[in-house]
């Protein structure tokens, strides 16, 4: 069965400082870490360092528990690319039959919110896999903050779900 789940961060960094940030493999293995890493071939350091096609695979990145005990699969594809604004990655995944993430990047005032949208439905133990996504996005939320700042230091603007719940 297909679960969708959604996450929003308000940070005080430029939208372009955050696109640096959610495009780059530092930015991406720093907000996963120490749960989880995704390799990249040598030699990527981001998106831009990699042909983009609509819905060509760019790479298989290996998912590893803790850094150390390979545990999925991602064959990235990204369906979308928009340099400043966002991205959606819909990847082939050995967990999943669907895995579809859609990031956007949306300026405010002093800084910008970052929300990941996920629509997925995985191929074995659906419950337990949608905790593990769950808990993995609140954690790269928190990340968001810690490294981007949260917006106008107001303990209420840290990252929480899109209906309103805190991680």
Not at 5 to 14: K, P, Y
Not at 18 to 43: C, N, Q, R, Y
Not at 57 to 66: N, V
Not at 101 to 116: F, N, P, S, Y
Request: aromatic share 10%.
């Amino acid at each position: 069965m297909q679960k969708s789940l959604s996450f929003e961060t308000e940070v005080s960094a430029t939208p372009e400082a955050a696109w640096v940030w959610i495009t780059s493999f530092d930015g991406i293995s720093k907000e996963m870490s120490p749960l989880v890493h995704m390799s990249a071939p040598k030699g990527v350091k981001d998106l831009s360092s990699v042909t983009f096609e609509s819905g060509v695979p760019m790479f298989r990145s290996w998912i590893t528990l803790f850094g150390v005990l390979p545990i999925d699969y991602s064959n990235l594809t990204l369906l979308t690319l928009n340099p400043g604004f966002g991205f959606v990655e819909q990847s082939p995944m050995g967990s999943m039959k669907l895995w579809r993430h859609e990031r956007q990047i949306v300026a405010l005032d002093a800084g910008c919110k970052i929300t990941d949208t996920l629509t997925f439905e995985p191929r074995f133990a659906g419950r337990l896999i949608s905790g593990i996504v769950e808990v993995l996005f609140t954690h790269r939320h928190k990340m968001l903050s810690k490294y981007l700042g949260v917006y106008a230091a107001d303990p209420s603007l840290k990252a929480h779900h899109s209906d309103g719940r805190r991680p």
